[in-house]
């Protein structure tokens, strides 16, 4: 009886997502994390993707190249139960900021010192997207 292919285990896109969400903060490449470590880019993108489990030795080794410690990639991994079976939040907001237009929109976000102000961009982009729950009037 052969398993059931499910795709990449939580845990592992969890930690490619904050490889990706990292080298892009330190404005690294695939290119030159794959050359630091002695890979191609394609075996970093697959790393980023979850797609292919990373090493403690080489997740160790990450750590040192993007700035980190180790336990870095893993704040705000789901739980493993068997129970758990859709993204967690942290996954969604890992996921974002593991994106070009989320690093670029949090970095300039954070660059609003007004917190009235800050709170009326919250607002303004709730209202777009159609969830007017937590708008503070």
Known sequence: MKAKKTGPNPIDTHVGNRVRMRRM????????????????????????KGTN?????????LASILQVTVPFFFEGAPQQ????????EPDFVTEFLATHDGLTLTKA????????LR????????HL????????R
């Open 81 to 88: 139960s068997a129970k758990s079976q859709g993204k967690t």
């Open 25 to 48: 903060v330190v404005g690294l490449s695939q290119e030159k994390v794959a050359k630091a470590l002695g890979l191609t880019f394609q075996q970093v993108q697959k790393y980023e």
């Open 53 to 61: 489990r990373i090493s403690a030795s080489r997740l160790h080794r």
């Open 119 to 126: 709170r009326r961009i919250v607002n303004l982009v709730e």
């Open 129 to 136: 997207a159609g969830d007017d729950r937590g708008a503070v």
């Open 109 to 116: 976000f954070m660059q609003i010192e007004d917190a009235k």
